[in-house]
């Protein structure tokens, strides 16, 4: 060890590199991070948790729609962008700090600075020192990506959506994934007017068919306009601060921000994975085995770069298998299978294992078992909004293969949930539990 000046040194202090930052160095190896923006990463600095407090921000929107009925008035009830924002972006400093004393009482070294791989040990600062390590580890992440097309500069992307002045009366949404789903719905209940562009004709490619059929025409039914097949061809700046929004085969739309989430892509660029002759796949991830190892021994990856899922959870857990693989003396890797993930649209969706296309292509022979109800809080406050829950069965075992929901707190409904899924468990183990009544969840174990 004592060749090196450090045992692991970490580009990037996002969920994967922090996680396995801190446990390599509770396994006793000297580590280092370097970090050249802030500590936490997308998902803390501009990414899962700002976004879900605007959600929760934005939420009481309905909450206030539907408290009517509950003997609740709120007359002049106002909403101030400004003052959640700033909330939401101090909120963000106190955890990036709380991320920050999490390395130090590691004892893990900071070093705020870019840094690029030299060759298989050695590391280059933008200061320009070099240092060496034993073992790097390469966790820098993912960066929107922007397609090309005249007056692209002119547009947002996550990483801006969080700092705007003021809320935008219309935007223009670019995507219909996750990102565009989630500020689709944070805008529209903002009260800002919402049209989501796409270049084919899904949202959210890869959920259930049935959830985000129902998902649109809930969205819709609420004011978000969409326009599918229709790529940009420019973006044009108005005198007036405005945009034109030129699509392809339709009249150009008005906006006041154009937001584009059109995907992320591994953050390689110019990262000298070269000089240690590793190789980029086609979209620019670093291509790992199962202990997150690139091409080169002394290299390892996790996290979006690597492209595997991109959610932080996942990172996490690679990061730790990544530790306790190389400093814990115990090999682990990550399993991949039912990986429960939601979209925080308004309403939100959620799914664990195969969704009912994917269970039938795979296994053929399987039973669909669907709840489609109406939550009572929505019957009593009047909302015509229904809930959709479906159970996806192996025949004849009953073996769940994937559930997916829609409706108010799904994500947190199915995170309990995918224990069950995950653990292999089959409709008749859900029908032998007894309901948990009044609830949503309930028809969990009630569907036929
Ligand atoms: P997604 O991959 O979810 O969606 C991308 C959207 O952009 C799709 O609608 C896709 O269209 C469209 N698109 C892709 N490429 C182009 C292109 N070249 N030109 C025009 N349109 C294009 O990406 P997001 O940016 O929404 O999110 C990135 C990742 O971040 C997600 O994959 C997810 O893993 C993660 N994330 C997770 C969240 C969560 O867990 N709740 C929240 C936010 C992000 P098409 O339909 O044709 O494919």
Same mark, same amino acid.
Request: aromatic fraction near 8%.
């Given at each position: ?14 969920? =994967? =590199?922090v ?5 390599? #160095?509770a396994?006793?190896?000297?580590? #280092? ?26 939420? /009481? ?9 509950? =003997? ?38 900071? @070093? ?14 933008a ?42 009366k ?15 719905? @944070? ?36 004011g ?5 097949h229709?790529?940009?061809q ?6 007036d ?19 584009v ?8 660029? =110019? ?70 993930s939601?979209?925080f ?20 022979? @399987? ?7 109406r ?9 015509q ?44 183990? /859900? ?18």
């Open positions: 060890m004592a060749d090196y000046d450090y045992d692991l040194f970490v580009i990037g202090a996002g969920s =994967g =590199g996680r396995a930052s801190r446990v390599a #160095a396994h006793g190896a000297k580590v #280092a991070v370097a970090e050249e923006h802030k500590v936490g990463g997308t998902c803390v600095i501009r990414g899962c948790v700002p976004k879900k407090l605007l959600v929760y921000g934005s939420h /009481f929107a309905e909450d206030l729609e539907d408290a009517a009925n509950y =003997g609740w008035s709120f007359e002049n009830a106002k909403f101030d962008w400004a003052r959640l924002r700033d909330h939401v972006l101090n909120d963000v400093d106190r955890l990036n700090g709380l991320y920050e004393k999490t390395l130090e009482s590691h004892g893990v070294e900071r @070093i705020m600075q870019r840094a690029m791989v030299k060759s298989a040990h050695t590391v280059e600062l200061d320009g020192r070099e240092v060496t390590a034993k073992y790097i580890l390469v966790a820098v992440g993912g960066w929107p990506f922007v397609p090309q097309f005249e007056g692209a500069e002119h547009c947002i992307t996550s990483n801006e959506v969080f700092h705007l002045d003021k809320l935008p219309r935007i223009v949404i670019a995507g219909a994934g996750y990102i565009a789903l989630e500020f689709a719905g @944070i805008f529209n209940a903002l009260g800002c007017h919402v049209t989501v562009v796409n270049r084919s004709n899904v949202i959210l490619r890869g959920y259930d068919e049935s959830l985000r059929d129902r998902l649109l025409q809930i969205t819709m039914s609420r978000i306009e969409y326009k599918f229709c790529p940009f420019k973006v044009q700046k108005r005198e601060g405005a945009f034109d929004v030129h699509l392809e085969g339709q009249d150009p739309l008005v906006a006041d921000q154009v937001l989430a059109t995907g992320r892509r591994p953050k390689t660029d =110019g990262l000298g994975l070269e000089n240690a002759g590793i190789e980029l796949d086609d979209g620019g991830a670093i291509p790992v085995d199962e202990y997150s190892k690139t091409s080169c021994d002394s290299i390892y990856a996790v996290g979006d770069v690597t492209d595997r899922i991109q959610l932080t959870p996942v990172a996490i857990r690679e990061g730790q298998a990544f530790a306790d693989t190389v400093f814990g003396g115990k090999p682990s890797t990550v399993d991949y299978a039912c990986v429960p939601a979209v649209s308004q309403p939100p969706l959620a799914g664990v294992g195969l969704t009912e296309g994917e269970a039938r292509n795979t296994y053929g022979n @399987i039973r669909v078992y669907s709840s489609d109800f939550p009572m809080k929505n019957v009593f406050a009047d909302r909004e229904r809930g959709l829950y479906k159970l996806i069965c192996e025949e004849p075992t009953g073996k769940v293969l994937g559930l997916h929901m829609i409706g108010p707190d799904a994500p947190e409904i199915l995170q309990a949930a995918a224990i069950a899924v995950k653990a292999g468990l089959t409709k008749a183990d /859900f029908d032998a539990t007894v309901a948990l009544h009044p609830s949503m969840a309930e028809e969990l174990v009630l569907m036929r």
